[in-house]
């Protein structure tokens, strides 16, 4: 991105005043003068700074966002950074992230965490933001610039290098990665992951490291890094021959199908795709982050595409000539490991601002911002249609597919234990239709991505770039933060709760409120039904009590996660059947505070069937049966993934 203030010299211009502050007063004054703009509408680009500190910073930036936050006081006015305490350096970066998601990418936060180990744990976080393509401004401290200590409290030291520290790991992490040895070196450092957490193509984490001699260190700044700056998110627009090819390929097709991704949402072009799918009649599969991209019940959306996709969008996928693949990665469940489009002649169009996406399955590339692309194959198309039959076609398929949902909710005996699908169902007919589900990893995700139904651009928010155990209650704390207005409803299986659950209580210290349905099985649900499905009877998946031969056969584990959660601060409520989770749900929507909803379910009992495929390896050789089966099977998806290496539109 190109700022639209002049970047000034790194070194003091001579000309120009200056204003004596510490490296880490810098930062906090330089990030609050960054604004980003895009299609005329102009937002301050961080929106605070989450924080733990210790010994590497507490000095430095704790020191700092204090003085900002007195000063603001003594002014009348509060923070422009204001200063969140978490509790978990990892889950400080998921709030960010999903808070940055949640705002289109156009606002993030900054975090920053001490040397060692406080660092470190920020890495999982580094990697789920690049990994998903969303900004945040990472702030690890770093031991001594001087050496004057050496080794101090938590120092990495290597007998074959002086400069490595544990931060060096951040390296592969970060989209953009420096360390200010030199306070004169921090302009270049902050403008630069600017830059990136800017840019639409580029953008992820981007991690400033400061050892912490340098963060206290005074400087005398030209007074030009402190202007504010406005960051232009551009679009990119597509070149007009390859919209001319992409159109005369979507001509040829008989049965086009569309994957939106994640990239139709952050880049607003819902109303361009919508206008799209209805001129043409092609129908719309969305993958985890596109879905949303149309209205479940828009005539056109077929829904969740992939190996946790509907039969609806997987049997259109299977018989697909022309595929045009609109902001979308193609992973691995999107494309239900290559074989999801069978058809031997498909051929895929790939609108994508990243180049290094736009040419995956073979497509034929239009690099370009989606809503741009969207409109301008709107107007080339003006003259093209899918025929009536196979309008009636994506209609029949929807149509059996929402009656499968349906069947998936129902709920035949209100004083029955609940199933998982079901309780998806109760969550999704009690929220309303601009709140949030947030989710990430176990099984839940894929329930939700071929259950959910979906109402807003902004009302599904599941994690699966990454999908991270932990992300849940930190995500569902920064999809509130960034839009307070919406209730959200975080859905978190027993394993991932236990992973990262302290989070509640920085929502109970900030006032946040969201709700927690937490689905109890004793266990790793998703994992012990993909163990399996490869022969390997749920080993090791089941919180139990060791049993004969020292397996884990014995009885379920006394743990009350209710009782956890309660002693974090939070409201908690524990149901057993509909009725008790209906009334449950209604008391979390109106009280103002963090409520989890404790509900045990039987993971033995799936929800509906998607008909597709992900590619685990299985053991090649066994003694057991179980696992000489599921490779038999697994052999017979294989002989069907194919490459995509032809090249489409040639």
């Given at each position: 991105m190109v700022p639209t203030a002049p970047i000034s010299a790194n070194k003091c211009d001579n000309t120009e005043g200056t204003v004596r502050l510490t490296v880490s007063q810098a930062v906090v004054k330089f990030l609050v003068n960054q604004f980003v703009e895009r299609d005329g509408h102009h937002t301050r680009f961080f929106a605070g700074a989450f924080g733990i500190f210790g010994h590497g910073n507490v000095a430095g930036l704790g020191q700092a966002l204090l003085q900002a936050e007195i000063d603001a006081a003594e002014a009348g006015t509060e923070s422009e950074l204001p200063y969140v305490l978490g509790r978990?350096?990892?889950?400080?970066?998921?709030?960010?992230?999903?808070?940055?998601?949640?705002?289109?990418?156009l606002q993030t936060w900054a975090v920053t965490a001490s040397v060692g180990p406080g660092s470190t744990n920020m890495l999982t976080g580094a990697a789920l933001a690049t990994i998903n393509r969303l900004p945040v401004l990472l702030l690890p401290a770093d031991t001594f610039a001087t050496r004057v200590s050496a080794p101090v409290l938590q120092e990495l030291e290597l007998p074959s290098s002086g400069d490595i520290t544990?931060?060096?790991?951040?390296?592969?992490?970060?989209?953009?990665?420096?360390?200010?040895?030199?306070?004169?070196?921090l302009p270049s450092a902050l403008l630069g992951a600017m830059r990136?957490?800017?840019?639409?193509?580029?953008?992820?984490?981007?991690?400033?490291?400061?050892?912490?001699?340098?963060?206290?260190?005074?400087?005398?700044?030209?007074?030009s890094l402190f202007a504010p700056r406005t960051w232009h998110i551009r679009r990119p627009l597509p070149e007009v021959s390859v919209i001319a090819r992409a159109a005369e390929l979507i001509r040829t097709a008989e049965r086009p199908l569309i994957v939106a991704g994640g990239g139709v949402v952050y880049s607003g072009a819902t109303d361009a795709l919508a206008?799209?799918?209805?001129?043409?009649?092609?129908?719309?599969?969305?993958?985890?982050?596109g879905k949303g991209s149309l209205r479940y019940d828009h005539p056109q959306s077929v829904g969740a595409i992939g190996s946790t996709g509907t039969t609806a969008a997987n049997a259109l996928a299977t018989e697909a000539d022309v595929v045009i693949g609109i902001g979308t990665r193609y992973s691995d469940f999107t494309s239900a490991s290559r074989t999801a489009f069978n058809n031997p002649n498909i051929?895929?169009?790939?609108?994508?601002?990243a180049s290094m996406?736009?040419?995956?399955?073979?497509?034929?590339s239009v690099v370009s911002d989606a809503r741009e692309a969207l409109e301008a194959l709107t107007g080339a198309l003006d003259d093209y249609e899918v025929t009536s039959e196979y309008r009636t076609r994506t209609t029949t398929l929807n149509e059996e597919w929402n009656a499968t949902v349906d069947s998936a909710y129902r709920i035949d005996d209100p004083t029955a234990p609940l199933n998982q699908s079901q309780v998806i169902g109760l969550t999704n007919a009690s929220s309303g239709p601009s709140d949030v589900v947030v989710c990430a990893a176990g099984s839940i995700p894929g329930d939700l991505h071929k259950l959910w139904r979906v109402r807003d651009p902004k009302g599904y928010h599941v994690e699966y770039g990454f999908s991270c155990m932990g992300y849940e209650i930190a995500g569902g704390i920064g999809a509130k933060m960034a839009e307070p207005n919406r209730d959200v409803f975080v859905m978190v299986g027993d394993g991932s709760y236990l992973m990262m659950a302290t989070e509640l209580v920085t929502a109970v210290q900030e006032g946040i409120k969201i709700i927690v349905i937490l689905v109890q099985n004793h266990g790793f649900a998703s994992i012990g039904s993909l163990s399996e499905s490869l022969g390997s009877q749920r080993f090791g998946t089941?919180?139990?009590?060791?049993?004969?031969?020292?397996?884990?056969?014995?009885?379920?584990?006394?743990?009350?996660?209710?009782?956890?959660?309660?002693?974090?601060?939070?409201?908690?409520?524990?149901?057993?059947?509909?009725?008790?989770?209906?009334?449950?749900?209604?008391?979390?929507?109106?009280?103002?505070?963090?409520?989890?909803?404790?509900?045990?379910?039987?993971p033995l009992v799936a929800s509906p069937d998607s008909e597709s495929w992900w590619d685990v390896p299985v053991s090649a050789t066994s003694t057991l049966e179980s696992t000489r089966a599921a490779y038999a099977t697994y052999e017979k998806?294989?002989?069907?993934?194919?490459?995509?290496?032809?090249?489409?539109?040639?």
């Open positions: 978990n350096e990892q889950a400080m970066v998921h709030s960010a992230v999903a808070y940055a998601r949640q705002k289109d990418r544990v931060n060096d790991a951040f390296k592969p992490l970060s989209r953009y990665f420096d360390r200010v040895w030199r306070p004169e070196q990136v957490l800017t840019d639409p193509v580029e953008t992820g984490a981007a991690t400033v490291v400061i050892p912490q001699d340098v963060a206290a260190e005074a400087f005398d700044w030209p007074e206008a799209f799918c209805e001129q043409t009649g092609i129908p719309v599969g969305q993958s985890q982050a051929s895929f169009i790939n609108i994508n601002v996406d736009s040419v995956k399955q073979g497509a034929l089941a919180y139990r009590y060791r049993g004969e031969q020292g397996r884990r056969g014995g009885g379920v584990l006394p743990v009350d996660l209710a009782a956890n959660a309660a002693s974090l601060g939070v409201e908690v409520t524990r149901v057993q059947n509909s009725v008790e989770f209906s009334v449950a749900i209604e008391a979390a929507k109106a009280s103002e505070r963090t409520t989890v909803i404790h509900v045990e379910t039987d998806w294989k002989k069907i993934q194919r490459p995509f290496l032809r090249p489409s539109g040639n």
